[in-house]
């Protein structure tokens, strides 16, 4: 067992003893044990799945961040963090269509905002298939 603090600009969505903690990074998906190697990785977009003894596992959809793994504690830092069954399916819906509507006129937008758009459309693609929706 470990500590585990998930944090948003909003305040701390989770803080708790856990057995294991598996979350998605640029890297690929990981599970982070007790006694886990230092690590500082970038967290994308996708499913935080904490596991508690005796417990269901507990559930969250994350967006960007970074996890920092030291040898005695865990702490996700992200952007968002929320029940999956929090998932506001018609909201990323239009962010969604937005965010293609915005990407097909490429030509016109700056670096910046393309890098905004597709990371909109890659968050909603993932929340929405998080909440069971097919979208590609």
Known sequence: ???LEVVTPEGIVFKGEVEQTVINTADGEIGILENHMLL???VVPGKLRIEIPE????E???THGVIDVRGDKVIVLVEEAFGISEIDVEREKRLLEEAKAKLEERETLSLEEIENYERMKERAEILLELAGVKVR
């Open 40 to 42: 500082l990785t970038n």
């Open 55 to 58: 417990e269901e596992p507990k």
């Open 1 to 3: 067992m470990y500590p």
């Open 60 to 62: 969250y959809a994350v």
